[in-house]
């Protein structure tokens, strides 16, 4: 018997639609954040959650909990700074010849390609 042509044995009763499985009718299938973030403001008196952010941050640091600041600094860091950052760059004409001029010869050097 060949190994490599036996073919697994499906087995009845495993996996597939059952009757009542899934979300019913009509239920919403997703919470979004918008949704999260609007019921925080109005359980909040209608205080924004980045003021809540910033006044919890401010407490961690004044009451000296390192780790929580830690906590907040990571939060900040990789989930806002991230989208403050640009980089703008501003070459003269001659560094643009020159990084052309290097590019071209790293390419020719690769693919062997020797000046004429």
């Given at each position: 018997?060949?190994?490599?042509?036996i073919?697994?044995?499906k087995?009845?009763?495993?996996?597939?639609?059952r009757?009542g499985a899934?979300?019913?009718?009509?239920?919403?299938?997703?919470?979004?954040?918008?949704?999260?973030?609007?019921?925080?403001?109005?359980?909040?008196n209608g205080k924004p959650?980045?003021?809540?952010?910033i006044?919890?941050?401010?407490?961690?640091?004044?009451g000296?909990?390192?780790?929580l600041?830690i906590?907040?600094?990571?939060l900040?860091?990789n989930?806002?700074?991230h989208?403050?950052?640009?980089?703008?760059?501003?070459?003269?004409?001659d560094?643009i010849?020159?990084?052309?001029?290097?590019?071209?010869?790293?390419?020719?050097?690769l693919i062997?390609?020797?000046?004429?």
């Amino acid at each position: 018997m060949n190994m490599n042509s036996i073919e697994p044995v499906k087995k009845k009763g495993k996996g597939g639609a059952r009757p009542g499985a899934g979300r019913k009718p009509g239920v919403k299938s997703l919470v979004t954040i918008e949704s999260l973030l609007t019921s925080l403001e109005n359980k909040s008196n209608g205080k924004p959650y980045e003021e809540m952010l910033i006044e919890d941050f401010f407490k961690a640091r004044m009451g000296g909990d390192s780790q929580l600041i830690i906590k907040y600094h990571n939060l900040i860091l990789n989930k806002v700074l991230h989208t403050l950052n640009r980089v703008e760059v501003n070459d003269s004409q001659d560094v643009i010849d020159a990084k052309q001029k290097a590019f071209s010869d790293a390419l020719a050097k690769l693919i062997g390609k020797k000046d004429e």
